[in-house]
């Protein structure tokens, strides 16, 4: 079983960076996947991008593409999420997921994740 643990939510002004972290820890080697999902205030949850550990493939949500990067340091078993150019759309609470099943493609979707952080807070406002 792993442990995820996420940091670096905060509050920003649009236009702003942030980088959230996810720190995993436990036995991650069977984990192939990883993931970044948002959920706003009285929304569901959705996925914001996804990589795959050993290839570094990603998938992204339209809505972030060119704005977010997710990047995986396997010596430090941590996950990433570069955020730039903040918008007030972005804020949410930002939870990390992890996965352990072979698939021919990188999900974001909420139901192809087992295993999920607390999350952490980014508020985007002016």
């Known amino acids: 079983q792993v442990q995820l643990v996420e940091s670096g939510g905060d509050s920003v002004q649009p236009g702003g960076s942030l980088r959230l972290s996810c720190a995993a820890s436990g036995y991650t080697a069977d984990y192939h996947y990883m993931g970044w999902f948002r959920q706003a205030p009285g929304k569901e949850r959705k996925g914001v991008a996804a990589?795959?550990?050993?290839?570094?493939?990603?998938a992204y949500a339209d809505s972030v593409k060119g704005r977010f990067t997710i990047s995986f340091d396997a010596a430090k078993n941590t996950l990433y999420l570069q955020m730039d150019s903040l918008k007030p759309e972005d804020t949410g609470m930002y939870y990390c997921?992890?996965?352990?099943?072979?698939?021919?493609?990188?999900?974001?979707?909420?139901?192809?994740?087992?295993?999920w952080g607390q999350g952490t807070q980014v508020t985007v406002s002016s």
């Open positions: 997921a992890a996965d352990r099943r072979f698939r021919f493609y990188v999900s974001l979707s909420n139901y192809d994740y087992s295993t």
């Open positions: 990589i795959k550990s050993s290839t570094r493939a990603t």
